[in-house]
Antibody, heavy 124, light 113 residues
Framework: QVTLKESGPVLVQPTETLTLTCTVS??????????VSWIRQPPGKALEWLAH???????SYSTSLKSRLTISKDTSKSQVVLTLTNMDPVDTATYYC????????????????WGQGTLVTVSS | DIVMTQSPDSLAVSLGERATINCKSS????????????LAWYQQKPGQPPNLLIY???TRESGVPDRFSGSGSGTDFTLTISSLQAEDVAVYYC?????????FGQGTKLEIK
C-alpha cells in the first residue's frame, strides 16, 4: 500500500537550516506524472503548501518562501528532501508530505495520500 | 497566487441536519481543455493529517460516505454533508490545484449544535 513518512529534527534553533526527508513506499518516484508535495500547518492554523517535485524533476515553490526552500529527490532511495533555510519561530509547524499523481487527462492533481506529519519547533 | 476563501469560518449543525460549506477562488480553477475543476475538499480531525473527501470538485474519494457531496464550477464551490453524524466533527479545507503555488482555504470548523 501507499505510505509516506516524514523524518527530521523536532527542534531547530533560529537561523538554522531545516532538512526534512519524506520516505515513500508502495509507488515509485520515477513513475510518469508522479509528484510529492510538502505542506505545513502551524499549531491551530491552516494548511500551507510549500513545494512539490515531479518524476521529471519539475519543481515549484511557495511564492512567499521560494527564496528559502529547496526540494530534491533521490529516486533510488524513494526519498524527497526539503530544506528551509534561516528558520524562525514562525516556522514552527507540523510538516507533511503528500503524494500527487495525475494518471490521466490532467497536469496537476489532488493529495490522496499523506504522511502522518512531523512537528518541528523553532526555539533557542 | 489564487486566494481561496471559505465561509463560514465555523458552523454548528444539529445531528441529522444538513451542513453546507462554501469555497470561493479568486480566479477560475476550471481548465477548459478537459473541463475539469481543479478543486479538492479535505477533512481534518485533531492530531491527524487531512483526509481527501472530494476531488475534481464533485468526485467522491473511494470509501467516503455518500452523505458528502461537492458541487460548483469556475470560482464558486460547495461541500455538503446531507445528514450530519457525530464523526463528521472536524475542520474542512478546500484546495485548488489548478496552478502553483497550490493554495488552501482558511478552514471551516464544523461542530455539533
Amino acid at each position: 500500500q501507499v505510505t509516506l513518512k516524514e523524518s527530521g529534527p523536532v527542534l531547530v534553533q533560529p537561523t538554522e537550516t531545516l532538512t526534512l526527508t519524506c520516505t515513500v513506499s508502495g509507488f515509485s518516484l520515477s513513475t510518469a506524472k508522479m509528484g510529492v508535495s510538502w505542506i505545513r500547518q502551524p499549531p491551530g492554523k491552516a494548511l500551507e503548501w510549500l513545494a512539490h517535485i515531479f518524476s521529471d524533476d519539475e519543481k515549484s515553490y511557495s511564492t512567499s518562501l521560494k527564496s528559502r526552500l529547496t526540494i530534491s529527490k533521490d529516486t533510488s532511495k524513494s526519498q524527497v528532501v526539503l530544506t528551509l533555510t534561516n528558520m524562525d519561530p514562525v516556522d514552527t509547524a507540523t510538516y507533511y508530505c503528500a503524494r500527487e499523481y495525475c494518471g490521466g487527462d490532467c497536469y496537476h492533481s489532488y493529495f490522496a495520500y499523506w504522511g502522518q506529519g512531523t512537528l518541528v519547533t523553532v526555539s533557542s | 497566487d489564487i486566494v481561496m476563501t471559505q465561509s463560514p469560518d465555523s458552523l454548528a449543525v444539529s445531528l441529522g441536519e444538513r451542513a453546507t460549506i462554501n469555497c470561493k477562488s479568486s480566479q477560475t480553477v476550471l481548465y477548459n481543455s478537459n473541463n475539469k475543476n481543479y478543486l479538492a475538499w479535505y477533512q481534518q480531525k485533531p492530531g491527524q493529517p487531512p483526509n481527501l473527501l472530494i476531488y475534481w470538485a464533485s468526485t467522491r474519494e473511494s470509501g467516503v460516505p455518500d452523505r458528502f457531496s461537492g458541487s460548483g464550477s469556475g470560482t464558486d464551490f460547495t461541500l455538503t454533508i446531507s445528514s450530519l453524524q457525530a464523526e463528521d466533527v472536524a475542520v474542512y479545507y478546500c484546495q485548488q490545484y489548478y496552478s502553483t503555488p497550490y493554495t488552501f482555504g482558511q478552514g471551516t470548523k464544523l461542530e455539533i449544535k
